[in-house]
């Protein structure tokens, strides 16, 4: 079932909201929508975590609807439009055909994942991030503690964030470590909360021989640490897990290895204020290893040598010295791979 939760921001915040129409430069609410509930470590929770953050900076109220599957959200578009939203973040790629339609109705600014090309001035923006970068110093990290020669990559589809990580994290293996094995596993076309799903197919990965799992998932994501957590390497010793988006150190520290940290605050502070300015719908935006918006997490389990390495590479990328290109199509991501299993 759908929660609503009101999230009050900014200590001069007005007690009225904006309704629907009001004119440009006016923000007073924002809300996000989200499949799942905010509690996943990952996608949902930091999209949430974020929301309320840019709320906090900008000075404007947060509603956040968490909870709501992947079906029909045109009816709790419009009640939170009714609500007085004046921007509608709907933060799933599976939303993104109902989130527009509904802008173009009520002419309420929305935000929409997936979609560049939903792009429309004044009313669509599109926030198809990337955290290939910080996915590449994974891939390096992961190249460098393998001792199989051996890891995987377990997505719980192929959205262009997940493919974008994907590839980028097969880059960084490869130009760490070239003979190092790269099998690609996909628990499903939608399977973001598929922890039965993600634990199975995870299992399948390990048992080819990888002692290092690249997991991209949402709830999906638990299934995966519970199969690192009680398997057993083809050497006898332990799995890692390398997570993406948020951290999840507080339930699954025995296993995780790194994660490829986002924050999404300053795109959605980005939003607030292009609405302000009247350029919302005009801009692409990104997050990246230059602002912190994408980082590698650090655990005790990586040696400090490893991670003075893994910070050089880093220095490189944000210098310009090294680039990773992100890579969003499916095809291009699997032709990266040593072995593609399904």
């Known amino acids: 079932m759908m929660k609503l939760v009101k999230s009050l921001a900014g200590a001069a915040l007005l007690s009225g909201v904006v309704m629907a129409g009001a004119w440009a430069g006016e923000i007073g609410s924002i809300a996000i929508l989200t499949p799942e509930e905010g509690t996943d470590f990952g996608w949902n929770q930091q999209g949430i975590e974020s929301a309320k953050a840019a709320g906090e900076a900008t000075g404007v109220e947060v509603i956040v609807a968490q909870g709501l599957g992947y079906g029909d959200v045109r009816p709790t578009l419009r009640e939170l439009a009714e609500e007085g939203a004046g921007l509608l973040i709907a933060h799933a790629s599976g939303y993104n055909t109902s989130a527009p339609e509904i802008a173009e109705e009520l002419g309420v600014p929305v935000a929409v994942v997936d979609t560049p090309s939903a792009r429309t001035e004044g009313l669509i923006a599109d926030y198809t991030l ?200 499916a095809t291009k991501v699997r032709a990266l791979m040593t072995d593609v299993s399904e």
């Open 130 to 329: 990337s955290g290939h970068e910080g996915a590449y110093l994974a891939g390096r990290l992961a190249a460098k503690m393998t001792r199989s020669k051996a890891v995987g990559i377990v997505v719980s589809g192929e959205p262009p964030s997940w493919n974008s990580q994907s590839a980028g994290f097969a880059q960084g293996v490869r130009d760490e470590d070239p003979e190092v094995d790269i099998t690609y596993a996909v628990i499903g076309p939608a399977a973001y909360s598929d922890a039965a799903g993600g634990k199975r197919v995870t299992e399948s990965v390990i048992a080819a021989g990888a002692d290092i799992i690249f997991g991209q998932g949402n709830g999906s994501s638990f299934g995966m640490i519970q199969a690192v957590a009680t398997a057993t390497a083809a050497d006898g010793g332990d799995v890692w897990f390398i997570d993406v988006i948020g951290d999840k150190s507080s339930v699954a520290e025995d296993v995780l290895l790194s994660s490829v940290i986002w924050d999404i605050t300053p795109v959605y502070t980005a939003m607030i204020e292009d609405i302000r300015s009247d350029t919302y719908g005009t801009k692409t935006y990104a997050i990246g290893l230059a602002d912190d918006s994408v980082r590698l997490l650090k655990t005790d389990a990586i040696p400090d040598d490893v991670w003075a390495e893994i910070e050089e590479i880093r220095a490189n990328i944000v210098s310009g010295e090294l680039t990773v290109e992100p890579i969003f199509e």
